[in-house]
């Protein structure tokens, strides 16, 4: 730019200064706060200091429930998954069993695996930007709230879907097993899992979950609870959380006969039906086990 154009933009510089001064400058003045006003809102500065802002980034990561303190050494698979419900899609991803095998330390599970403990840390640290649903929040829930939580969801998916998938794996054992023998074996497995988790439902439903209940309004009122209670609470405890051991292993075994539920080229529709359901079978179980081995019988063996 030439000398004359410097000089045109300090003759607009000038210009603009002064048209600033005389419009804005009074107003600004009537904004003062005079020294009584400036006193009082200087007052909290005086006391607290100025207030802390708090960078976005890491009000997000107080917002998740801690997943960035994530311990791989010593924390538990079905620790990390109370402490923050989200990991378990993660966790599912690398194919790491988070309700059976819930007391498992994480490295542990990775090596079993053979999981990158590095790159599993890396999504699960992905989390703390990640908005946090604390409807989700199932660890901090009262117990009977729980069991009332697990009845009217878990239980009521599996007395929903149970028998039509123990029906769809009979039908897939009878039209698919000459060439895919694999389906015939999961099909008796299911009809097991069929008849051992109803009894299983009826237990938890008739005994256990109506003692848990019994107990904790006796703690909440701060009365002794009733020894037989404390007796039928703990005996069920320890037969109910052997059953998921074994539903768990059952389940896993057709997951591996199914070869991961991969849908083979010459079967039909009711083929895939039936492994989708399969596989949404055991999803919801995962999530049932975890919220009965890794919160609600932990917490009522503590009674
Ligand atoms: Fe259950
Ligand atoms: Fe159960």
Known sequence: MGPRGVGAGLRWDKVSY???????????????????RAGKLLAPYASHGPPQRVPAKESAMKESVAVPGITIDTETVGDLVTRDYRTAAILEQFGIDFCCGGKMPLATACREKGVDEKELRQELEKLADAPVDRSQNYAVWELPFLTDYIVNTHHAYLKENIDGIAAYTKKIAEVHGSHHPEVVEIAAIFEKIAADMSLHLRQEEELLFPAIKRVAAAAKAGTAPEPGDIEALKGALASLGGEHDEIGAAVHTIRRLASDYAIPDDVCNTFLITYRRLKEFEDDLHKHVHLENNILFLKAAQF
């Open 18 to 36: 002064l048209t600033w001064v005389i419009i804005f400058m009074p107003a600004r003045a009537s904004m003062d706060p005079s020294p009584a």
